[in-house]
């Protein structure tokens, strides 16, 4: 079972609970050319009639002006990762043990399925927990 992982940089919105907001600013993001790995969307339980949107990647100015223009901003205290590679049964199970094992708590973990092939999305609290997640999740294959 081979990985292939990466960092990724999240950018995160701030998103009117109405609907729409999301069609609107995933529309100027795709009008800017910006073709998403990943989009989660979320009410914001605390602040009622908000929520909050994260995508990623962004890549090149227009895109970057047009997210900055729509409320976007890096998440630079979300280090997270993309894991990517061929499907198994318990496989989200036993990355999330391994990280746990080495005493690595996750602030966020997002997993799908597309064919044969898993995505993994894994946001940690600092950079240091995410380079040794990476040792780790390659150490894996």
Do not use: C, Y
Not at 38 to 54: C, K, M
């Amino acid at each position: 079972m081979e990985f292939f992982v990466e960092r990724e940089d999240v950018w995160i919105a701030s998103l009117e609970d109405k609907p729409g907001a999301l069609a609107a600013k995933l529309a100027a993001l795709a009008d800017a050319g910006a073709d998403l790995d990943s989009v989660i969307a979320r009410r914001s339980p605390d602040r009622p009639g908000t929520g909050v949107l994260f995508v990623t990647p962004l890549r090149g100015d227009a895109e970057l002006k047009a997210a900055s223009g729509i409320g976007f901003s890096a998440a630079n205290r979300l280090h997270s990762l993309r894991v990517e590679g061929e499907n198994a049964k318990g496989l989200a199970g036993k990355v999330s043990e391994k990280l746990g094992a080495a005493g690595i708590n996750m602030r966020g973990f997002s997993g799908a399925v597309i064919g044969k092939r898993f995505v993994l999305h894994i946001a940690f609290d600092t950079a240091e927990l995410q380079k040794k997640a990476i040792r780790i999740i390659k150490g894996m294959t």
